[in-house]
Structure formats: C-alpha cells, structure tokens
C-alpha cells in the first residue's frame, strides 16, 4: 500500500483565496483525521471521520473552514477564504475505527501572503 | 484521556539505549498509552501502545509500572535516524482521537 496520500505538498497563496486540501486514505481504514501543526500551537486535531461521517469537529477553528469525505478513499479540507494566520502544515492520518495505530500522511505545507 | 508529561528533551549516544519517560499518573482503568514520533519534517509515526503489560515490537519496548501511573519507552540501540520528538498519549478503549502535548525532543549523537 501506498500509505496516505496527501496533495498537494505545498501550496502558496494570497490571503483571501480558496484553498483546498486533498487527502486518500490507507485502503480498507474507515476513520479518517485532520490535523495542523504550527510552532506556536503544535499538532492539534481539527476534525475527525468514522466512515465517511463527520464524528468531532470541534477543532476546526471556525467557519472559513470546512471538510468533506464524500466515499472511503477521499477526503477535502477546505479553507474559504484563507488568511496568513492559517500558514501551517495540515496532516491526514488513517486507521481503523477505535484506539488504533494512526497512519499519518506527508502533509501539506500550506503559506497564505 | 489522561494528562501526560514528557521531558521537553534529552540527549543519548548512538548505539546506547534511550529510555524516554512519561507520567500519567491520573490515567483511568482502561486507557491505554501510545507512543508516537515525528521526525524532522514528517508526519507522525506509530511505534508502541500498551494497557498494562509490557509490550515489545521491533521498533521498541514499553514498560508500564504496576501502578500504571507512568511509563518508558525503550529504544534499545538508538541510531542517529531516531533523532525526534516523541510523543506519550493516553487514550481510552473506545476512543479514537489523539491529543498530542508537546513531547520529547531526542537528540541522538555520535
């Protein structure tokens, strides 16, 4: 297997702009996760799935973003509109439902100018 | 899920055993204790998990103390790759999410 797939790995863009961030979980895992990692703040969870269905988001820090995991193999966080503050590195992790080893991806280095 | 506090960091030599500590010492009955690592740049990696026994896999060993209150992550031969921050989470048995804290930063030298 692969391993998660993340894209892209790096994204450059204005404040203001839509950005959107693309996840492919390990074939046969039903939860999905997303997190940010910035020096200040560490690695935080923003949101979480258990097949497909949105269990926890109350990490995602407000409104402007949103996320979606329309089948198994394919997940989006989007952020709308980006601003510089949201510059961090976005992580999506795989596994099986329940306290199980997590399978992180190569993350998305995301600077918003 | 249980607090857990690591040492911001430690130094070890190549070849030499790391033994990383964790407290957790307000962990309930069926919480279990995974340990994470994040090298430089990457995302972070499964090593060990435990409930009360010790465990061992080919990465390393966990020994957790009778009283579960705190643990330690054995890497029995560290190598300059082990360089990272690791990380000691509680969760409990039907949980899935994990809250990271800010970890342990090895540093491995020659």
């Known amino acids: 297997d692969a391993g998660v797939i993340q894209s892209p790995r790096h994204e450059v863009t204005e404040m203001g702009q839509e950005v959107t961030l693309r996840c492919k979980p390990i074939?046969?895992?039903?939860?999905l996760f997303w997190y940010r990692q910035t020096m200040m703040r560490g690695l935080e969870l923003l949101i979480y799935?258990?097949?497909?269905?949105?269990?926890?988001d109350s990490g995602m820090p407000e409104d402007r973003f949103s996320a979606k995991m329309p089948n198994a193999s394919f997940s989006t966080l989007k952020i709308q509109p980006s601003e510089p503050r949201d510059s961090a590195v976005y992580f999506c992790?795989?596994?099986?439902?329940?306290?199980?080893?997590?399978?992180f991806g190569p993350g998305t280095r995301l600077t918003v100018t | 899920d249980a607090k857990t506090t690591q040492p911001p960091s430690m130094d070890c030599a190549e070849g030499r055993a790391a033994n990383l500590p964790c407290n957790h010492s307000t962990i309930s009955g069926n919480e279990y204790v995974y340990w994470y690592r994040q090298i430089h740049s990457q995302g972070p990696q499964y090593i060990i998990h435990?409930?009360?026994n010790n465990e061992t896999n080919e990465m390393a060993s966990l020994i957790i103390t009778e009283d579960r209150k705190s643990s330690t992550l054995i890497l029995p031969h560290a190598t300059l790759r082990d360089t990272a921050v690791y990380y000691c989470?509680?969760?409990?048995?039907?949980?899935?999410?994990?809250?990271f804290g800010t970890g342990t930063r090895l540093q491995v030298t020659l």
């Open positions: 074939s046969g895992h039903n939860s």
């Open positions: 799935f258990n097949n497909n269905v949105p269990i926890d």
């Open positions: 989470i509680g969760i409990t048995g039907t949980a899935s999410k994990l809250t």
């Open positions: 992790a795989s596994s099986f439902t329940g306290p199980n080893e997590q399978y």
């Open positions: 435990g409930l009360k």
